[in-house]
């Protein structure tokens, strides 16, 4: 109810949708999506960062050295959509502060969506672009479900899946 607008990542949505007429082809696949708008968006644009671990945050910067990372916050989000430790204020106040094109947000579903309409209200300017896994991804922390089983629909989030597919 708090999204401006939302695109289907996952393919049972696609299914769904298309069950209703929409004939999708593919999904708007939330790790594609941020590695190609990375790519694509060099300065002026600007990037924030909001989840995903210090060292993830680190390994995104390294694989997209012609993106302009203005900030970044790596900590966690409770249910509720509050930042562990009480950081959201001061998160807000470093967006702000920043003025980022596009804010990438990775906490997680429904964590992050929580967190972006707690909070979108109070931050004068940016996009909010909910994409979770995607982080870890394009860090290169994680990897993800080959491309056949993405598009049966067989895509996993475990750990213990994840290191699977390491293996």
Known sequence: ?????????GMPLIW?????????????????????????SPPPWKHF??????KC????????????????FHGNCDE?????????D???KQINATSPDFIWVGLGTPKQYQWIARNRGRIARG?????????DVNAGLKRDAPQWMQRL???????????ELQS
């Open 1 to 9: 109810n708090h999204i401006e607008f939302f695109v289907p990542d």
């Open 16 to 40: 769904c949708m298309n069950a209703r007429g929409a004939a999708l082809c593919d999904r708007v696949y939330g790790p594609t999506f941020m590695r190609r708008c990375l790519e694509a």
């Open 49 to 54: 960062l909001l989840g995903g671990s210090e």
């Open 57 to 72: 945050g680190q390994e995104l910067r390294a694989n997209f050295p012609a993106a302009d990372f203005v900030g970044s």
């Open 80 to 88: 509720a959509g509050l930042l562990e430790g009480n950081f959201d």
């Open 90 to 92: 001061e998160v807000v």
């Open 127 to 135: 996009i909010f672009l909910a994409v979770g896994f995607a982080f």
């Open 153 to 163: 629909g067989l895509t996993w989030r475990s750990e213990e899946h994840t290191s």
